[in-house]
């Protein structure tokens, strides 16, 4: 792909009417016939560190005539060029999907909107591999639970660093994280490695949280079907030579059974040479439409460069500022008619930063029946809840309420939208119920550039 323009030696200037007309940068999908949809990706910028980056899109067909604007002073800013050509991808693509609305899944498009996104893929892949600023560029990374969505191995790889081994034990969501995430290596089963021989800058864990949630039943590292993959993750946490480890967990971890779980994995740590911190975080303040509070086990080898104080200081939560109706795709119909929906509150007349529950189906007052409002955030998806709307909660739209599909589900969980869910609704349901918001593993990693430097 043509890949076009090197960062002027001072910033660009705009014309009179703010408009960035020389790009410093520019990235073209090439032309080809069959009406295929064409793409370009401009960039600039604007001051030492700060980048813009708009896109432009274009086709034959009279379904999709084109849009898109140049880079101008409105524009968001970023840190880095890939960050802000990305930004651009994804909100290009946004774009063509939801102007495309049902039209995106016929014959005659579908073919069309995966080849753009298979291009852009390629493209966000050769855009990172060539920017040295970005935040954590070359650092090697272990992903252990690394999921179907892989919220860690996409915010982290989109800062610079480098899944170097991704390990998962179930096949449909390892297919999904290597299309997305594209690590060196894959392993199917952590009971079975060998971290004795591994080394990385960042090793990133996900604990399986059934064993904690209110879903289940709450035996912790005790649970008869999960203590072989509890024992031999905190295993793996000893063996393997990492400078900083991050570990997500059902937030329960830290207070069930007064806590003796989080201790023994707090223990682990210390004595394996770390300095333990923890916080827990709602995805909701890191730019995603879904209440979902998790807590994150920040580990520090000693020696590294950190404050003795603060330590590695977690980032701190915004008021959210998206709402389900954000992520919505154009021209879903309603499953759940409204004479099925006992309503017991109104809905919102503008956007709100809460989640708001409107109704029940059929008069349950569980996950499944809920049905809430997409002018606030969304409910907690989980990868194995039932009811009328499995996994994601309902939501009111025309003529009823519906759950999320799984373009939506994954949104929810800030999947850009140059990268794949599973095709079988089962699966990617499962894979975004399971995951990591991408956006909170981004602002995690990105706080890890200060300890990760050398010694000055």
Known sequence: MPLRGQANARPASTNARGIYETPDFTLTRPHKAG???????????????????EAIWHSTSHHLPGDGRYPHLLSGRFASRSEAVEHAINHGLFQVRNQLGTLATTLAWSAKVESLQTWATDA??????????????????????????????????????????????????????????????????????????????????????????????????????????????LRLLREIDAKIIIIECARQLLTQDDGRDGAA??????????????????????????????????????????????????????????????????????TIPDHEIELHTEEPAKRCGGLVEIGLIDGKDCQGYRVYSPRGIGATMTASGGGRARCTGAYRVSGGARALTPREASRMQGLPEWAAHHPVATHALRHAGNAVAVPLARELGRQLAAHLAPRT
């Not at 892949?125 to 919220?151: K, M, N, W």
């Not at 089963?189 to 709450?218: E, H, N, P």
């Not at 890191?286 to 980032?315: H, K, M, N």
């Open 124 to 233: 966000v892949f050769q855009v990172r591999e060539h920017d040295e600023t970005l935040p954590i560029y070359g650092r090697s990374v272990i992903d252990i639970c690394a999921g179907g969505l892989g919220g860690f191995g996409l915010g982290l790889t989109s800062l610079g660093a480098k899944v170097q081994l991704a390990v998962e034990i179930d096949k449909e969501a390892r297919a999904t994280y290597v299309r997305n995430v594209r690590p060196v290596e894959v392993h199917d089963d952590l009971c079975t490695l060998d971290g004795t021989k591994l080394a990385c800058d960042i090793l990133v864990a996900g604990l399986q949280c059934q064993a904690f949630s209110k879903a289940g039943k709450r035996q912790g590292f005790a649970d008869p079907k999960l203590s072989a993959v509890y024992s031999h993750t």
């Open 265 to 334: 994995v707090r223990e682990v740590l210390m004595k394996a040479g770390y300095r333990v911190q923890h916080r827990t975080l709602n995805a909701a303040g890191f730019g995603v439409p879904q209440s979902r509070e998790r807590s994150f086990i920040v580990a520090t080898r000693l020696g590294l460069p950190v404050d003795d104080v603060l330590g590695y200081v977690f980032p701190q939560e915004q008021a959210p500022t998206a709402t389900v109706e954000d992520i919505l795709e154009p021209g879903i119909p309603a």
């Open 35 to 53: 009406g295929q949809i064409e793409f370009t990706v401009h960039a600039s910028r604007v001051e030492a560190g700060q980048w813009i980056a």
